[in-house]
């Protein structure tokens, strides 16, 4: 069964610590994804790779940042984390893929629902 | 810039009522795939379909059905005679040129299915 993992479901740490959020997929996708979830805002897109040692900023990449040094890894790091960052944050991967090729989904992780304290 | 309005934060149905969930989508793309989730309690985003662009026969699969309107840009989801397993947060998302890149999802409904 294809996944994606997120290492933590809980974490619970404190301001000003330095956090890694690990993602792992077993599925050989070039495109992984870092969203939070916060309550209204839906998810929001936080930084984005399209291959190994490739990012890219999404909506809003202020205060993280992000490691791919392989295929089927994509941490997040939250530099100095902060009470504003209390959020349920999701990992995703995808492959690419065009209309006549039918394109493909996304497989999304469990989640970690990080606590800054 | 993409964007994807979902108008109902919380809907509360009793069970085996009919529910719609609206999804409103803005983009200049000509080629897109739109999206609709289903995450339970447990977390976990489900995915539930996909539609491209130029398609836009209405699907159905079982008591699920999806009206997508390019004139309206709208893509709106129903549930028939709903039931309690229904209970979850639905989000409506949005990919624009190629399938597989970033997804712009929408607010969520909260739908709850009361016994």
């Known amino acids: 069964d294809v996944k994606v993992t997120q290492s933590s479901r809980y974490l619970v740490k404190r301001t000003g610590e330095k956090v890694f959020l690990e993602c792992v997929q077993d599925m050989d996708h070039e495109n992984m994804f870092w969203y939070r979830q916060d309550p209204g805002l839906g998810l929001r897109l936080i930084y984005f790779s399209y291959d190994v040692k490739m990012k890219e900023k999404g909506d809003i990449p202020e205060g993280y940042s992000v490691s791919r040094e392989k295929k089927e890894r994509f941490s997040l790091i939250l530099e100095s984390a902060s009470t504003n960052q209390t959020s349920m944050y999701l990992c995703?991967?995808?492959?690419?893929?065009?209309?006549?090729?039918?394109?493909?989904?996304?497989?999304f992780g469990s989640g970690t629902r990080l606590t800054v304290v | 810039a993409q964007k994807v309005t979902q108008v109902q934060t919380e809907i509360s149905v009793v069970e085996k009522e009919d529910v719609t969930l609206d999804c409103v989508y803005e983009t200049r793309d000509t080629t897109y795939y739109l999206f609709w989730y289903k995450q339970p309690p447990s977390g976990e985003l489900v995915f539930l379909i996909r539609r491209n662009s130029f398609d836009e026969q209405n699907e159905i699969s079982g008591r699920y059905s999806w009206n997508f309107q390019k004139s309206t840009s709208s893509f709106n989801f129903t549930i028939t005679a709903s039931q309690v397993v229904d209970s979850a947060v639905y989000f409506c998302?949005?990919?624009?040129?190629?399938?597989?890149?970033?997804?712009?999802f929408g607010e969520g409904t909260q739908l709850t299915v009361n016994p």
């Open positions: 998302a949005l990919s624009v040129g190629t399938s597989g890149s970033r997804l712009t």
């Open positions: 995703a991967s995808s492959v690419p893929g065009t209309y006549l090729l039918g394109g493909y989904g996304y497989t």
